[in-house]
């Protein structure tokens, strides 16, 4: 079965820090890049960032350029995404996709992101 789970979100004030993990299960990891994407309620969805399969290429928002990094840890099979200087804009539900070269997409049930003023 094929699951992408994310984990650790939370409450936390503005300025504050998470980090986000998309841990994968049911499929090759490491053919498949990953993004992480956000939506909060009345607005777009917002792809936030993304790794190549061989985690050699990332790619960011403006938005968090500076902010937050995505890296792989392959023997674990999760993507994580370090959230710092937190601001109340990025408060969201985060959700985590997993796209191959032949289009196969899975997507998790996201985790929700709060950030406080």
């Known amino acids: 079965e094929v699951q992408l789970v994310e984990s650790g979100g939370g409450l936390v004030q503005a300025g504050g820090s998470l980090k986000l993990s998309c841990a994968a299960s049911?499929?090759?990891?490491?053919?498949?890049?990953i993004a992480w994407f956000r939506q909060a309620p009345g607005k777009e969805r917002e792809a936030v960032s993304t790794?190549?399969?061989?985690?050699?290429?990332?790619q960011y928002a403006d938005s968090v350029k500076g902010r937050f990094t995505i890296s792989t840890d392959n023997a674990k099979n999760t993507v994580n995404l370090q959230m710092i200087s937190l601001k109340p804009d990025d408060t969201a539900t985060y959700y985590c996709?997993?796209?191959?070269?032949?289009?196969?997409?899975?997507r998790g049930q996201g985790t929700q992101v709060t950030v406080s003023s």
């Open positions: 996709t997993a796209e191959s070269w032949s289009g196969d997409y899975y």
């Open positions: 790794i190549s399969s061989d985690g050699g290429i990332t």
């Open positions: 049911g499929f090759i990891f490491n053919e498949y890049a």
